[in-house]
Structure formats: C-alpha cells, structure tokens
C-alpha cells in the first residue's frame, strides 16, 4: 500500500472506526423520514401514475444520504485535521495534489455509498422500488458522491472553525438537496419554480438516479449524465488546483 | 552536496496595517552531511518559519532551500523522502493506535512492511508496551515520542527537530537524546532548535544563533565558546549595582554576573566591589557557557562575523562527520 492508497485508507479508517455515528445514524434519520413523510404525504402527493409516493420517496432517500454523507466525509475531516494541527503529518509527506485528491473524495464515495446501500436496504422494505436501470443507479450514484466529495474537500479546505463548516453545510448543501425534488417530482411545482430547480445540478444527479428504479424522470438521464459529469469535472479541476497551491494549508 | 542548503531566504507575512512583517530576512547556511547542527534564538526569531520553509509547510518570499540538492518547491517530493520533521506543536491523530499511526506515515512515504523498523523504533523511544494503545490515552510525553518515531518511520537521512524536548521530563530528554545521536553517529544529519542552551552545547557541533530573522552568528560550538569571554564572575548583591557595571552586568534577581577575559579583570571588579564596599554573598568564578554566548550575541552586533559563514571547515577530526564527536559522545551531560 502506498502514496494515496494510505492517505484513502486512512480516511476509511477513520469514519469506519465511528461508524455508529457515521453510517449507523444516517440510516436511521432517513428511515425516520420515510415513516413521517412517507405516512403523511402518501395519499396528498402525486408523483408519477403508476408509482406509489412511499416508493417515489425511496431513490431520493437514498441519494440524499449518499450526498450528505460523501460531504460530510472529507469536509469534516480536513476541517478537524486542522482544528487538531494533524493536517501537519500529511502535509509532511511527499503526496501530490493528486494524491491528496484521490484519497480525500474516494474515501468520501466509500462513505456516501456505504450510508447509502444501507438506506437503501431499510427502506426499499417499506417502499419497494424497480430496478430498472441498475447501470444508471451505479453511475448517478458514484458521480454524485464524488461529486459531494470534492465540495466537502473544497469546503474542508476553505473553513478554518467548525461554525464555517455547518455555515456552508446548512446554507448551500442542504438547500440545495432538499429543492433538488427528493421528496416531490418538480412536474407538481409551478412553472417559474421548475425553472428554477433546472438551475440546480443536484436535481439532476436524483432525477437521473431515480431514472434507474423506475425508468421514467423528470428530464433524459442523458441530460442529467452531461450536467452532472460536467460539474463534476468543473468541481474537481477548482479542488485540484487549490491542492496545487496548497490554498490555506500551506502558507 | 551539502544536506541541507538556504539561500538568501527571505520571508514576509503581509501584516494587516500594510506595514509587513519580515520572518526572514535574507539567511544563508549550508548544514554538512552527517552534522549535529543547533539552531538558536529567542522566541520569534523565525526558526520555526525557517524549518516551515524547509519541510514544505510555508513558502518562502524569496530565496531557495535545498535538501540534498532536491529544491522544497519544484522537487518537493524528493526533498520531503530526505526529511523527517518532528513538529513543535504536540499533535496526534485521535483516531489511530500507535502502531496504526506509524504504519500509516509509513505508507504516505511508499515504505512497505515497515514492521520491523517500527518495532526498533518502538522499542528505542520506549513506546514498546504503548504500541497498541490510543493516540488519546497517552501522556505528552508519550505523544511526544511518537512524534519523533513518525517523523523517523522513512529512516530519512536529514532529521529535524523543532523544540522536541520543550515541557518534556528528563527521563525522556535522555532517552531522545542517546537515540538521535546514535542516528547521528550513522551518518543522519541532524538540524535541532531548542531553548535549552546546555543541550545545543553538548550535542551540536555547530550552531547558528539568529533574532529578528537575520542570522547573527555561525560558528564551530567550540570556536564560539572561545571567542566568549572565557570566564564569569558571579556572585549575590543585595544593594544597588555600581555604575561601572552598568551595561556589562547580567543581573538575574540578587545574582549579578559579569563576563571576564582574564585574571586581571577578575581583580579589577574585585576591587571595585571593595572600594564601593559592597556586602556580595557566595561570590564564585566559573567558566562561559553558550547561555553567555547567545546573551553576548542576542545583545551586542555579534553580526560582523556572519560573513564567515561559508561551509565548514570538512571533518578536520578525520571522520566523515562534520560535528565534533567528542560534543556528541558528551549527550550523557544534558542536565535539566
């Protein structure tokens, strides 16, 4: 094992060995809105004909963990590592920005799919959606979580006190999920809303995820792959550049 | 090639009343293979920034440093294989064991199966019964010699220690010290800042003394420990100090000290003290110490002789090392 595959390790290893709090407990909350949304909304919400809104509620579910989660992971750790001064053992070590890269968003996918297949399997038991598509569960799933990843490692980086870290939790990333049309299909929103939610790439990963449990959404999965795959990229080429200059882990 | 090579290296943090502020200003040094190299100087005086800038931890503004000829910037890879850095700041991963720790700052430096340098190392620094145990159950202490095993898990040949035995018991003082020179005797170059004087004194072969970030003296310890005064003359005063003394006094509560080249000058404050008919208490002479020295240098322009810092002399006791072996044979001495 060497370079980045210890750094990726590592970072496994440290959600793992807490990972009543950092799996354990994700699936619960979302098994918790399941049975409140799913009990109260079933018969007010109209989703799609033929799917039953417990059902409709699964793949969103699951890709909301998956998000949260693969943010959580790196952004927490880098920001701790500093809090903590241990950034300083890494920072020690010959690992390039890439090395650094790979490590710190693999690991976060580990984790977004870990806390993910386990909402996934408690849920699916009250819901029971297809498997459509099971190829574009896989790849929605994966960008997505890579996707989250690399914000939380660009967000990692940028906070310097925990309050900075929750800030960009609480005001970017779950806005952006919760509007995203994991508990409704954006068709139900009025016309200047739907507009507004095409602006949100998070839309775009659950609706194409949600392509592969029932085969209908709400734009062309293909659409959805091009969106996601480019913000993935745009994402990941601005974390890999402030790994390159070491943007305020290296003074 | 020399192990270690600073040029002209300058660092400015930009200060937020515009006025910046320099951490280094322009310092030049070469450390030899195989030296025990001290770093000196009061707090603030950049030797942090000046390690910072040799690991790769802070940039400079100016300037290049070299680790066996590999640049910390362009070639910081191979520059960073070279180095083991023990930081000054007492940290540690809370998540890992010991062992789990060095193994995976093994793995950051591509060296696998590490297991039996780690036992070594385990064992040297006295962690042997700890290896299993949580980063957060041990004590400073302990931590602190996990720093230095982490810093040694690459068997990097330059080795630096910033302040490792600041707050650390005389136990471990000895025990870190025996190992380092050990490493040292097998040709790892160390670079050591401290604050305890008497321990650059015993181990470094030699010494650069810097404040404000501008080097102000480089020299053989030896060498330095000559052009002191060779003695002091100390003794306890209650009543005043006589204005002759004024300027050439250390004065440390009762206890006044004051640097002498020779008998006669020895007399000489001797007879002052009779003339001002001083009361002084257990008055005694005793030879300079490098604490005389770094006062010396810390307070008047000892600067002038920086220009002779170019490398130093090779090995002149025939040994490949450039420290003198008899100071790092002396590690026994360090006292707290």
Redesign the interface.
């Given at each position: 094992?060497?370079?980045w595959?210890?750094?990726f390790?590592?970072e496994v290893?440290?959600f793992w060995?807490?990972s009543f709090q950092t799996v354990a407990a994700p699936v619960l909350t979302a098994v918790m809105y399941m049975l409140i949304f799913g009990h109260v909304l079933r018969d007010h919400v109209k989703v799609y004909d033929t799917i039953s809104y417990t059902a409709f509620l699964v793949p969103g579910l699951v890709m909301m963990s998956v998000l949260q989660n693969a943010f959580a992971n790196s952004a927490s750790s880098l920001v701790q590592?500093k809090i903590?001064?241990?950034l300083?053992?890494?920072?020690?070590?010959?690992?390039?920005h890439w090395s650094w890269f790979l490590a710190y968003v693999g690991s976060s996918v580990a984790r977004g799919l870990a806390v993910g297949l386990g909402v996934f399997l408690v849920t699916a038991w009250f819901g029971r959606p297809g498997l459509v598509a099971p190829l574009w569960i896989i790849v929605f799933a994966l960008e997505g979580a890579a996707m989250l990843g690399t914000l939380g490692l660009i967000a990692g980086l940028w906070a310097e006190k925990f309050d900075q870290m929750a800030a960009f939790q609480n005001f970017v990333i779950m806005p952006m999920t919760f509007l995203s049309g994991v508990f409704y299909s954006i068709h139900s929103l009025p016309v200047f809303w739907q507009g507004v939610s095409h602006l949100n790439p998070f839309f775009y990963m659950i609706d194409g995820f949600r392509y592969g449990f029932f085969g209908v959404s709400d734009v062309s999965p293909w659409l959805s792959l091009a969106i996601v795959s480019s913000a993935l990229l745009a994402v990941s080429a601005i974390a890999v550049h402030l790994l390159r200059i070491?943007y305020k882990i290296?003074? | 090639m020399p192990a270690i090579s600073f040029q002209s290296v300058s660092k400015l943090y930009p200060s937020v009343r515009g006025a910046a502020l320099k951490a280094l200003d322009g310092v030049s040094f070469d450390i030899e293979e195989g030296e025990f190299f001290g770093l000196l100087g009061p707090n603030g005086a950049g030797k942090t920034t000046l390690i910072s800038v040799l690991a790769g931890l802070t940039r400079a503004s100016s300037g290049r440093v070299a680790v066996r000829g590999h640049d910390v910037q362009r070639d910081y890879a191979q520059a960073r294989r070279q180095l083991g850095v023990v930081p000054q700041e007492l940290v540690f991963d809370p998540f890992f064991s010991v062992r789990e720790t060095l193994r995976i700052q093994s793995g950051y430096f591509g060296v696998k199966n590490n297991d039996a340098w780690i036992d070594e190392l385990l064992q040297s620094l006295g962690l042997a019964d700890k290896a299993t145990a949580n980063m957060r159950q041990l004590s400073g202490g302990m931590k602190r010699r996990v720093l230095v095993a982490q810093a040694l898990v690459h068997k990097p040949p330059v080795i630096v220690l910033d302040e490792p035995t600041a707050g650390v018991d005389v136990e471990l003082r000895q025990t870190l010290w025996q190992f380092i020179a050990r490493l040292n005797k097998q040709g790892h170059t160390v670079l050591l800042t401290t604050h305890y004087l008497e321990e650059a004194e015993a181990l470094c072969g030699r010494i650069a003394m810097l404040k404000a970030g501008r080097m102000m003296a480089l020299e053989r310890t030896s060498e330095l420990l000559k052009a002191a005064s060779s003695n002091v003359l100390r003794f306890k005063l209650d009543t005043a100090l006589p204005a002759q003394f004024e300027g050439k006094a250390r004065v440390t509560g009762r206890i006044v000290q004051l640097p002498a080249h020779d008998a006669h000058e020895i007399e000489r404050y001797l007879a002052i003290i009779r003339e001002a008919g001083l009361r002084v208490e257990d008055v005694e002479v005793r030879k300079a110490d490098l604490e005389d020295v770094f006062l010396d240098v810390m307070s008047a322009g000892y600067a002038g002789r920086t220009d002779a810092i170019a490398a130093p002399p090779p090995g002149d006791d025939g040994t490949a090392h450039g420290a003198d072996p008899r100071e790092a044979d002396s590690i026994e001495a360090p006292t707290a």
């Open positions: 094992m060497t370079g595959q210890t750094l390790y590592k290893l440290r060995k807490v590592s903590m001064g241990n300083v053992f890494i920072l020690l070590t010959p690992l390039s070491g290296r003074t | -």
